[in-house]
């Protein structure tokens, strides 16, 4: 789901994140070229990103995840558009024992959409990015999943994944020597489309109902070397689950960061 064509270019390392997905996955991609249009389908692992269950909640199933991509990028003079999207679904099996020793193959799914669009023109380039999936945990986002029933003997569990939407927007300038950028970003926790059995979600993202961000920067470029200066103003909403793991009675926190960047690139 992270586009390399349309990224937030934020200096820091949270690379949007958690209102643009990012991950770096092991993967077979086959791309076909229309034109001005390309399709991508990719099948793949679970490495250094995976979801709340694990690295081995993906390969439990022997199952890849599955993406479809299709983006439409044409250049006229010197303004360039793009404009795409894509759509996955993934299966996760957390585990294939219960604590009481039965085995188990309880497992379930979950989809995520996105759609995205990159102008670029002489002096500005624009960014913009939405986002809808459930159990987006491991592209660093909101959603997970959660418990709907349990066996008592024999401690089986059946699943159902949280959801979350969110959006971001960039737009920096393209000068050479002094690059003012905006990002601003906003994501929020749709919960479960089913009751779940008590009031945890799997993982630590479960009781953030929103956050938003707005981060300005400013990127003195000389040659190979660039410096940089960042705020970064984000605000996230904590509160206490509910029976459909929807966040409710919520408290908002924010916080000031400052970063301040120097790069060489050689």
């Given amino acids: ?140 986002m909101l959603g997970s999943f959660a418990a709907t029933s349990m066996d008592a003997v024999t401690g089986i569990t059946q699943y159902t994944p949280t959801g979350c939407y969110a959006g971001w927007a960039e737009i920096h300038s393209n000068n050479k020597k002094w690059q003012p950028g905006l990002f601003a970003g906003y994501t929020k926790n749709l919960g479960a489309n089913q009751d779940i059995t008590s009031g945890t979600v799997a993982g630590t993202r479960g009781d953030l109902d929103f956050i938003y961000r707005i981060s300005p920067r400013m990127t003195f470029i000389s040659g190979k070397f660039r410096l940089g200066l960042e705020l970064e103003y984000s605000v996230a909403a904590f509160g206490t689950i509910n029976q459909t793991a929807n966040v409710e009675s919520t408290t908002a926190t924010g916080n000031l960061r400052t970063l301040l960047g120097a790069f060489y690139f050689f």
Avoid: W
């Fill in 1 to 140: 789901m992270f586009i390399t064509a349309c990224f937030p270019a934020v200096l820091s390392f949270n690379t949007g994140a958690p209102f643009a997905p990012f991950a770096r996955n092991p993967q077979v991609r086959l791309t076909h070229d229309l034109g001005l249009l390309s399709i991508s389908a990719i099948a793949f692992a679970h490495a250094d990103f995976y979801t709340a269950a694990g690295i081995r909640g993906l390969r439990n199933t022997g199952v890849p995840e599955l993406h479809v991509q299709a983006a439409y990028n044409q250049t006229l003079s010197e303004t360039s558009i793009l404009i795409g999207g894509g759509a996955g679904y993934k299966m996760i099996m957390p585990a294939i024992e219960t604590e009481m020793g039965y085995k188990t193959n309880s497992a379930f799914g979950s989809f995520a959409a996105e759609l995205y669009t990159k102008l670029t023109l002489p002096k500005l380039t624009l960014k913009l990015q939405g986002t809808y999936g459930q159990n987006n945990y491991d592209v660093l």
